[in-house]
C-alpha cells in the first residue's frame, strides 16, 4: 500500500546545531502538510507546499517539497529547546479515487542544552 | 475560543467492554476524523466524516464504530472486538474534508488503557 517514511525515527541535537527531517513517498503527492507536536501534546498544523519545487520559510524553518512531488523535507537551523516535539508530515495522494492524507511515522527531536 | 474538545483525557477499558469517546467541535467544520497513534508510529486513520449522517472506514476500522448525528460530534465507540486498544486516540477536524487541501485541527487526545 501507500506510504509515507519518515527519517530519522529519532535525533538529539546540541542547541544551536541544525536539524533536518525528510519524507518520501511511494507515491506522487498532491500536496503536503507538517505538523508538529510537543511531548503529551496534539499535533498542531506548521505549513502546506503545494508546487513541484516549492520552499517556503518561517523564521529557522525551511520547508521543500520535491521536484517529483514524492518528497519534502524541514530544516531547522539553530535549534532552540522551544523546537523539542515530534514533526510529523502528511502527504494527500490519490487512492481508489479519493483522496486521503498518508501522515508520516514522524521524528522525534530532542535539543539539549 | 473555538477548538476540538475530547473527552475523557484518560480512559480504562475493562475486558469484553465497549468504551466511547467523545470529540466536540465549534469551528463549523464539515469533516471529521479519528486517528490511532502508537508509540514510534505515525497516525493511523480508523474512521472520517466528510458531513453530517455520512462516514467512511479508514485504514484500521476493524472494532470500532462511529456515528455523526450532528456537525459538532464525532463519538468513537472502541468495542470488545478490538483486541489491542491500548493507544492514544486523535479526532481532528477540517473546514472541507479530503478532498480539499485543507489543514486539520487536532483535539488534546484521548490515552485509552486496559485494565
Known amino acids: 500500500g501507500q506510504q509515507v517514511m519518515q527519517i530519522p525515527q529519532y535525533q538529539h541535537v546540541q542547541e544551536g546545531e541544525d536539524f533536518t527531517t525528510y519524507c518520501n513517498s511511494s507515491?506522487?503527492?498532491?500536496?503536503i502538510q507538517w505538523y508538529k507536536q510537543r511531548p503529551g501534546g496534539h499535533p498542531v498544523f506548521l505549513i502546506q507546499?503545494?508546487?513541484?519545487?516549492e520552499v517556503k520559510k518561517q523564521k529557522r524553518l525551511t520547508f521543500q517539497f520535491g521536484e517529483a512531488k514524492k518528497n519534502s523535507s524541514l530544516h531547522i537551523t539553530a535549534t532552540q529547546t522551544t523546537d523539542v516535539g515530534t514533526y510529523f508530515c502528511?502527504?494527500?495522494?490519490?487512492?481508489?479515487?479519493?483522496?486521503?492524507?498518508?501522515f508520516g511515522t514522524g521524528t522525534r527531536l530532542k535539543v539539549l542544552a | 475560543d473555538g477548538g476540538i474538545t475530547q473527552s475523557p483525557k484518560y480512559l480504562f477499558r475493562k475486558e469484553g467492554q465497549n468504551v466511547t469517546l467523545s470529540c466536540e467541535q465549534n469551528?463549523?467544520?464539515?469533516?471529521m476524523y479519528w486517528y490511532r497513534q502508537d508509540p514510534g508510529q505515525g497516525l493511523r486513520l480508523i474512521y472520517y466524516?466528510?458531513?453530517?449522517?455520512?462516514?467512511q472506514k479508514g485504514d484500521i476500522a476493524e472494532g470500532y464504530s462511529v456515528s455523526r448525528e450532528k456537525k459538532e460530534s464525532f463519538p468513537l465507540t472502541v468495542t470488545s472486538a478490538q483486541k489491542n486498544p491500548t493507544a492514544f486516540y486523535l479526532c481532528?477536524?477540517?473546514?472541507?474534508?479530503?478532498?480539499?487541501?485543507?489543514?486539520?485541527?487536532f483535539g488534546d487526545g484521548t490515552r485509552l488503557s486496559i485494565l
Open positions: 481532528a477536524s477540517s473546514p472541507d474534508g479530503v478532498y480539499s487541501n485543507q489543514p486539520q485541527h
Open positions: 507515491t506522487t503527492l498532491s500536496n
Open positions: 507546499l503545494v508546487k513541484s519545487g
Open positions: 502528511a502527504g494527500r495522494a490519490r487512492t481508489s479515487g479519493t483522496y486521503k492524507y498518508i
Open positions: 469551528l463549523n467544520h464539515d469533516a
Open positions: 466524516s466528510q458531513i453530517v449522517n455520512d462516514f
